[in-house]
């Protein structure tokens, strides 16, 4: 009897991770535009990952946006419509931390310097940036070069000097690296389209840099065997 399996590729980089600062009116810094990935005109449609970190203790007044729009046209350039195909407003509450060890991959427990900014709750997502203090902050946008991995745990156990998440890290982390708050989302897109993802910090009027990144795994066909 013949069976139907999906078959997919799996951890295609959409957007690597990225810092942006707070634009002013006029620049092109306050946001980043990625359509690599996301041509899924010959796909039955893929999952795409997106998250925001904080990489500061200010508040953010006016939150980031991420918004991915399905193209017309078969036309990877512009999208005439500016028409969501979904979109969403990022947390305006900042707060960072260094990580005062270093940690291997496959590991729950952080042990951390005192927080700035918001304080961390359980259900809180924690943006690892893969840069530590001696490189600081990106005060202006461009390509974060992590010294393991960017990642995004949840926190189900915090204290001034300890977060304990409920799935391991991914990647190894150094001493000092900063972890901020996050927002992370998995959203599935309908094959048979190219699309376009934009992160934009330009509404911005007070918050320090974040850090963006996108993946995506795509359903590629239903093989027969």
Not at 106 to 122: C, E, K, L, N, W
Not at 181 to 202: K, Q
Request: glycine letters at 12%; aromatic letters at 8%.
């Amino acid at each position: 009897m013949s069976t139907i399996a999906p078959t997919w590729t799996d951890n295609v980089v959409v957007q690597a991770p990225y810092a942006l600062i707070k634009g002013a009116a006029g620049t092109l810094q306050k946001s980043i535009r990625s359509i690599t990935g996301l041509d899924l005109r010959a796909k039955v449609g893929g999952t795409l990952f997106a998250a925001v970190g904080t990489g500061g203790s200010t508040a953010i007044v006016d939150g980031p946006r991420i918004v991915v729009r399905r193209m017309l046209y078969n036309d990877g350039i512009a999208h005439v419509y500016s028409a969501p195909f979904w979109a969403v407003t990022t947390r305006l509450t900042a707060g960072l931390c260094l990580l005062n060890d270093a940690v291997n991959a496959g590991v729950q427990s952080f042990a951390v310097d005192g927080p700035t900014g918001a304080t961390r709750a359980i259900g809180d997502l924690c943006f690892f940036w893969g840069i530590d203090s001696g490189a600081g902050i990106p005060a202006a946008s461009g390509a974060i070069t992590p010294n393991h991995g960017c990642e995004v745990l949840r926190c189900n156990g915090t204290s001034a000097t300890l977060i304990l998440t409920d799935s391991v890290c991914k990647y190894d982390h150094h001493d000092n690296e900063y972890v901020g708050l996050a927002d992370s989302f998995n959203i599935w897109l309908p094959g048979g389209s190219l699309y376009e993802l934009v992160f934009d910090y330009s509404p911005a009027s007070a918050g320090e840099a974040i850090a963006v990144m996108a993946d995506i795994q795509t359903y590629d066909t239903d093989l027969l065997t």
